[in-house]
Every structure is written in C-alpha cells, then in structure tokens.
C-alpha cells in the first residue's frame, strides 16, 4: 500500500503544479507572479522526486511536457481583470518555492559536501537501467544514509521497454521484475573478500530476513572495497580469495536479504588498514565515468564478458 500512495501523492501534486502553472500564467503577471513562481517550483520538484516509476518512467517526461504546455498556454490565453494576490497569499507562495527550490537544489547538490568518487564499470549488461534509490547523501538518499555509513549506496532496478521496472506496479512474482536474474560482472580488478549465495530470495514484499541474509560479493582493490548484494539464490559462482578481473561474471541479480523487490544494491568504501570495510569512508561512485543521481536512467556499454 506504501507504493501506492507514494505514486497517488505523485500524481496529486503533479496535478497541482500543472493547474497553479496554468492558472497563474494566464493572469496578469504582475499580479500573480508569486503563485506562478509556486506552481513551477512544484512541478520541477515533483519532476526530480516523483515515485514515477512504479506505473512507468515515461510518465515523468509526459508530465514534464504537460507542464510545459500549462505555461505556454496560459500565458497565450491571459486574461485581463482577475484578482491580484494578496500579501498573505504571496508570503505563503514565496515561502513555499523557497523550499522547494531549496529541495530542487539538494538534489543536485546533496548535502555532504565534493564526496571523493571512485570508478567502476557499470556491472550489468546492455539495457536501461533505473536508479531506484541513490544520490549524494541527504535528501535523496534517505533510507541507506543510516545504514553502516553508506550515503552513497544505489539500488538498481532494470526498465521494461515501455519504461515499467515490472509486469505490475508491485507483483509479488519474482519473474515479473525485469532485473531478476540478469548477470553482474566484477566492475573492476581484485579479489573477492566474502562470496556468499545460499540465501532464498524473498517473495515481494516481505523482507523478514532481515540484512544478514543478504546473497553478496565483496570486492576488494588495493584501496576500497565494493559490495554487491541481493543477489539470487545459488546464483554466486566466484568464491573468497578468487582474482577476478573486471567483467568477469559474479552471479545474478536476486532478491535476498533487506529487499522488498529485486536489485542490485552496490556501495563503496575507502579501504583503511585495520577497519572493517564497511566502516571505511564511503566513495560515490562513477560508472564508466559518470555519476548518477535519484531516479536517473542508467544506459550502460555493452560490457566485455571475461573467462574464469
């Protein structure tokens, strides 16, 4: 039901944005200014943030048109003699695209600071590619910002054709989920700290077993460590001590562990002689060259398959 009433609540406020922007732009501009400026900032965030993916992520670029044509439309169809704000009203509008400016920013921008990066091969095969959950720490990434320092880890699903991560908007059939069971590659030269893959996958969107029962590679180079979880049950073909080389293949995306769908969870860390790797600086992380953010769609290079 979560699911759900994030994506009600994305399409109620995208509503909202298209009427304001509409409405504010075909009254005289001096007059209702303020309410234009709230109505844009309302769309853009809803833009960046909006749960569109759980029906389809070209529902995003349809509104964003939508929302275009409000403005251009209004402003052809102006009307003279409507009521101008009244102060309160414009107290309210410039407080409210205060803040969602502020959010719109944030977004971009995160709020931690130039974090150091590191760079990898994108781990999967050639398809687009969704960042369901990432960014730079707070506000974008909210729910891996507590978890063992990882404010830069990513959750990966994988977009149907028609922009759908899977045949519904929350089946509990592991087959219908796009990235279930696509192969990972190493996205780099190491060794292979920790494999492990005997945990089952979890049948949507029951996550009981918790995160020790997670199926996961764990990478480590000579100076960071890259972990690879939720994969699929009996999946994992590399074991503890193996020398891989990048592209080599590790197993396939499953749904074991902390998960309520299918994905790739991946975070890095900076390695420091004596720590534990999760308790190492935490590295955001380029793939072939370029960072991603929230809800941003990942087209990835064809990767180059590796002999054991």
């Given at each position: ?7 009600l ?5 995208a ?25 844009l900032s ?15 992520i ?12 409000a403005?251009?439309?209004g ?7 409507q ?72 959750d ?5 054709p028609?922009?759908r ?29 920790k494999?492990?893959?005997d945990?089952p996958?979890n ?27 939720h ?57 072939n ?20």
């Open positions: 039901m979560f699911i759900y009433a994030l994506l609540l994305t399409f109620t406020l509503l909202f944005s298209v009427f304001f922007t509409y409405t504010a732009a075909a009254a005289l501009f001096r007059h209702n200014w303020s309410r234009l400026l709230a109505g309302l769309g853009v965030f809803i833009y960046l943030y909006g749960t569109w993916v759980y029906l389809t070209e529902a995003k670029y349809g509104f964003g048109i939508c929302l275009l044509l403005l251009i439309i402003a052809l169809r102006r009307k003279k003699g009521r101008a704000s009244k102060n309160w009203q414009m107290v309210f509008n410039l407080f409210f695209t205060a803040i969602l400016t502020l959010l719109s920013v944030l977004y971009f921008t995160g709020t931690t600071g130039k974090p150091e990066t590191i760079e990898l091969a994108f781990p999967m095969k050639t398809g687009r590619y969704f960042v369901l959950q990432g960014g730079k720490g707070l506000p974008t990434n909210l729910f891996h910002f507590s978890l063992r320092g990882a404010i830069y880890a990513m990966i699903v994988k977009l149907k028609d922009g991560r899977a045949n519904q908007i929350f089946s509990r059939k592991l087959a219908d989920y796009e990235i279930f069971g696509d192969t990972l590659y190493s996205p780099c030269d190491g060794r292979v700290l494999a492990y893959g945990n996958d049948i949507p969107p029951d996550m009981s077993r918790g995160p020790n029962n997670t199926n996961q590679v764990i990478i480590e180079t000579s100076n960071s460590y890259i972990f690879l979880g994969m699929k049950e009996g999946s994992v073909i590399v074991h503890d001590g193996d020398v891989i080389k990048k592209g080599q293949p590790l197993g396939c995306v499953g749904n074991s562990g902390f998960s309520t769908e299918p994905h790739l969870h991946i975070q890095a860390h900076k390695k420091i002689p004596g720590q534990p790797w999760y308790q190492g600086p935490p590295l955001y992380i380029h793939f060259g370029k960072g991603y953010l929230l809800y941003e769609v990942i087209r990835p290079k064809r990767v180059t398959m590796v002999k054991k």
